[in-house]
T-cell receptor, first 112, second 113 residues
Framework: GDSVTQMEGPVTLSEEAFLTINCTYT??????LFWYVQYPGEGLQLLLK?????DKGSNKGFEATYRKETTSFHLEKGSVQVSDSAVYFC???????????FGQGTRLTINP | NAGVMQNPRHLVRRRGQEARLRCSPM?????VYWYRQLPEEGLKFMVY????????ESGMPKERFSAEFPKEGPSILRIQQVVRGDSAAYFC???????????FGPGTRLTVT
């Protein structure tokens, strides 16, 4: 079945560091890919998405490119802030299916 | 435009009691999804509903769990005879149509004592 594998956390960085959180997936066909962010005690917020190969999703300085050849959707940000501390989830939605399949989440902590 | 609303935010039940979790989708959204998040894990799909219909319940445990989305009112996730392993955060999401992104509520954190 469909699955998503994320880089294990927790990840701790200093402010203004470069961030990469790896995400790879297994799915049939051409899934849509998402990154969600969860702040403490809150629900998930959609951070960015990409619906076809080579699409780049971006939002709030975060970017991820849909790479079909490597089945990856790595999240990057050039300069992180303390306010970026949260749990980040990679997810996919397969063609013809409505449910989201999530990775296990990566907890990110940014120190000032 | 209010977001997805869930209540209660926190629910404590003793083993053997029933838990009822409510979800009001965003205005104009007729598709509702329920997910469960166990501690330190990702979210797992449970069930997908449209008004008055269950479309996909492939993630629902076979016993004790049920869901509905009536013509009027919120979607309800019902857990009968709760056990400690049911302790988790339950998230509801909604979307206006199929194939569209899902918007999540703040979740209900169920604790079974």
């Amino acid at each position: 079945g469909d699955s998503v594998t994320q880089m294990e956390g927790p990840v701790t960085l200093s402010e203004e560091a470069f961030l990469t959180i790896n995400c790879t997936y297994t799915a049939t066909g051409y899934p849509s890919l998402f990154w969600y962010v969860q702040y403490p005690g809150e629900g998930l917020q959609l951070l960015l998405k990409a619906t076809k190969a080579d699409d780049k999703g971006s939002n709030k300085g975060f970017e991820a490119t849909y790479r079909k050849e490597t089945t990856s959707f790595h999240l990057e940000k050039g300069s992180v802030q303390v306010s970026d501390s949260a749990v980040y989830f990679c997810a996919l939605s397969s063609q013809g299916a409505q449910k989201l399949v999530f990775g296990q989440g990566t907890r990110l902590t940014i120190n000032p | 435009n209010a977001g997805v609303m869930q209540n209660p935010r926190h629910l404590v039940r003793r083993r053997g009691q029933e838990a009822r979790l409510r979800c009001s989708p965003m205005k104009g959204h007729s598709h509702v999804y329920w997910y469960r998040q166990l501690p330190e894990e990702g979210l797992k799909f449970m069930v997908y509903l449209q008004k008055e219909n269950i479309i996909d319940e492939s993630g629902m445990p076979k016993e004790r769990f049920s869901a509905e989305f009536p013509k009027e009112g919120p979607s309800i996730l019902r857990i009968q005879q709760v056990v400690r392993g049911d302790s988790a955060a339950y998230f509801c999401a909604s979307s206006p149509n199929t194939g569209r992104e899902q918007y999540f509520g703040p979740g209900t954190r169920l604790t079974v004592t």
